[in-house]
């Protein structure tokens, strides 16, 4: 079993994840998304829904490393490299997913991919059960470590899963 996939395999499965697999009524997961390792120290993150509503493919380094810039701020010694981000776009675009916009990016360790197109209504609902919190300790939030709120994460289906079986 791999660890890293190809960013090709790793876009086809977390698209497929995204679109195409139903989440259980009782499952949640949280508003990030699912993220699957890329080869080169990258992954692929795949949010189903984000402010606006639509989903998100996040592109991203994996361990970024840090140093201090010129003004004082920390900056990416290891950044995504000027062409990724807008490669990710491209790609998903010519697999037919029109692309909404696009964000962050070189010189930065994450760059943003918003789709048009609205995910697989189950993963939505995941992500507003998630958004909901713990029905068991309302007090809690998403903050809660109770069995019941775990559990609801371990019954999500995750992209990884999917690619690598």
């Known amino acids: ?25 009782d499952a949640w997961m949280q508003h990030h998304g ?5 080869t080169g120290n990258r992954f692929l993150a795949f949010v189903p829904t ?5 989903p998100v493919v996040v592109i991203g380094v994996v ?13 990416p010694t290891n950044p995504l490299t ?12 010519r697999r037919g997913f029109t ?10 360790p994450t760059g943003s991919v918003g789709l048009a197109r609205p995910a697989h209504t189950s993963q939505v ?4 059960r998630y958004r909901a919190g ?8 998403v903050f809660c470590e109770c069995d019941s709120w775990r559990a609801g994460f371990d019954r999500a289906v995750s992209p990884s899963a999917l690619a690598l079986a």
Request: charged share 20%; aromatic share 6%.
């Open 99 to 108: 692309v909404r916009s696009t964000w962050n990016g070189f010189p930065g």
């Open 63 to 75: 361990k970024p490393t840090w140093k201090e810039g010129p003004r004082g701020d920390m900056v």
């Open 50 to 54: 984000s402010d606006g509503g639509l």
């Open 1 to 25: 079993m791999a660890d890293h996939l190809p960013l090709a395999d790793a876009l086809t499965a977390g698209l497929h994840w995204l679109y195409e697999t139903e989440q259980p009524d």
């Open 34 to 38: 699912q993220q699957i390792s890329v």
């Open 82 to 93: 000027p062409i990724e981000l807008p490669h990710l776009a491209a790609e998903l675009e």
């Open 134 to 141: 713990c029905q068991e300790h309302p007090a809690r939030s």
């Open 125 to 128: 609902a995941a992500v507003d």
